[in-house]
């Protein structure tokens, strides 16, 4: 499973950016792919996840209304759409999978994922 991360950087607070992941090595439509950040001094937080193979999501409540996950099967890749960013959004984000079909706690909060990216900054400035 190999997973890599771009479209990272720096914009200023009510800016949006768009990262992608694109992924190889796996069945697409057998895992969950995640989205999680993590801040300075701060533990990873699961932004959002999704199940390709039921159509479902998460969302974290910090996150809701402004992120939206989404993928493209054909291009193997999966995107986060960033709105409304703020700095407390300032973090590395990684792109996150594991074999399982239907979200829950375990892996889209509790980060029990098999595989990572190296991840990729943004910086929002105030």
């Known amino acids: 499973v190999q997973l890599v991360e771009s479209g990272g950087g720096l914009v200023q607070a009510g800016g949006s950016l768009r990262l992608t992941c694109k992924t190889s090595?796996?069945?697409?439509?057998?895992?969950?792919l995640g989205w999680v950040r993590q801040a300075p001094g701060k533990e990873r937080e699961g932004v959002s996840c999704f199940s390709n193979g039921r159509g479902s999501s998460y969302y974290a409540d910090s996150v809701k209304g402004r992120f939206t996950m989404s993928s493209d099967i054909n291009e193997r890749t999966v995107h986060l759409q960033m709105k409304n960013l703020e700095p407390e959004d300032t973090a590395v984000y990684y792109c996150?999978?594991?074999?399982?079909?239907?979200?829950?706690?375990?892996?889209?909060?509790?980060?029990?994922?098999?595989?990572w990216g190296q991840g990729t900054q943004v910086t929002v400035s105030s």
């Open positions: 996150a999978a594991v074999r399982a079909r239907y979200l829950t706690d375990r892996y889209c909060v509790q980060l029990e994922y098999s595989s």
């Open positions: 090595g796996f069945s697409f439509g057998d895992y969950i």
